[in-house]
């Protein structure tokens, strides 16, 4: 697949307008999965664009090597900073709260991107998967993900301004045999960021609450060995929310390819991402812009 040098970020910010990229610098993100795949390829695009991030996952080594390869990029690794943990243990991911909290001011973003695969034991995994299986799926795509959403909040409430992307995947709209166990997380998944969106909204009435959901579609990763696809792919879209200006999308649902969805009740995102100003109307709003960058940047698409 044709993608988009890494190492030539100067030239391309990801696709990223140049004052959306400039908003994030100094920013302080959390991301979960930090260490491989898609997590690793949003850290060090956050880091290029000298925002703070700071990086969870259970495997210390993983979210190092994600800092040396911040190095190789030319990106400053100090703005890379380990915090690691596992999501489904509370204790573990307010200690990371904690050396956030005494790393920063205020937290301004949360990447929830963090997630267990199918485990693919068997064909029929509703009806044979015990139950200690279907549990630690659970607790890792969706409790984990409210734990990390309950842990950031403290330090995100001290700031003007919020932004949460949740990471899930078309699993969440579909109902694949063999993969019902996944998608049942991601379907609540969606919910749950969603709920929390719209919770957000009315708790912080006068912040500028943005909390949004992204399908951030196939790519090869450690969970998904069978795609070519880079993940550096999910990078323009994940930017674009977290870059948002004031005013923008809350509890919405955006394909990494510029698409804006709905989901159970709640309908497409009504404007253009990237031009926030501009209304456009229908479910493909955002693919003008937006869809013109990654065309530029991933010509395949
Ligand atoms: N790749 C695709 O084709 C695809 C398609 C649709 C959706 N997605 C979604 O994209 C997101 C990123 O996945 P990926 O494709 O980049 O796969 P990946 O490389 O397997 O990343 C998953 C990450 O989650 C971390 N993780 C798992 N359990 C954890 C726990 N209990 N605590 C903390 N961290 C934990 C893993 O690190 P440790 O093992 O070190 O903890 C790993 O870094 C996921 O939400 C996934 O569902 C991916």
Known sequence: ???????????????????????????????????????????????????????????????????????????????????????????????????????TSQLYGLVNNAALPEPRHTPWPLAELDHAQWNALLATN?????????????????????????MTSEAGWAFTPGFGPYNTTKAALNNLAASLAAECAARYAEKDVQVNVLVPGEARTEMNRGSTE??????????ALLSHPAGGPNGCFFHRDGRHLAFAYAPPYSKSLLTPSTPASGSRAGIPVVGRLLRRLWPEM
Request: with cysteine; hydrophobic share 45%; aromatic share 6%.
């Open 1 to 103: 697949m044709q993608h988009a040098d890494p190492a030539r970020w100067r030239q391309h910010r990801f696709g990223l307008p140049e004052a959306r990229w400039d908003a994030l610098r100094d920013k302080s993100v959390w991301i979960t999965g930090a260490g491989t795949g898609y997590g690793r390829c949003v850290t060090l695009a956050l880091a290029a664009a000298g925002a703070r991030v700071f990086l969870t996952g259970r495997r210390t080594q993983k979210l190092e090597e994600t800092c040396a390869e911040a190095a190789t990029l030319g990106i400053d690794p100090a703005r890379c900073i380990a915090v690691p943990a596992d999501i489904t243990n509370p204790s573990e991911v307010a200690r990371a709260a904690d050396s956030i909290a005494g790393q």
């Open 230 to 239: 880079s993940p550096y792919s999910v990078v323009c879209m994940t930017l």
């Open 142 to 166: 969706v409790t984990g993900q409210r734990t990390v959403s309950k842990a950031a909040l403290p330090l995100m409430e001290k700031g003007p301004a919020l932004r949460m992307v949740f």
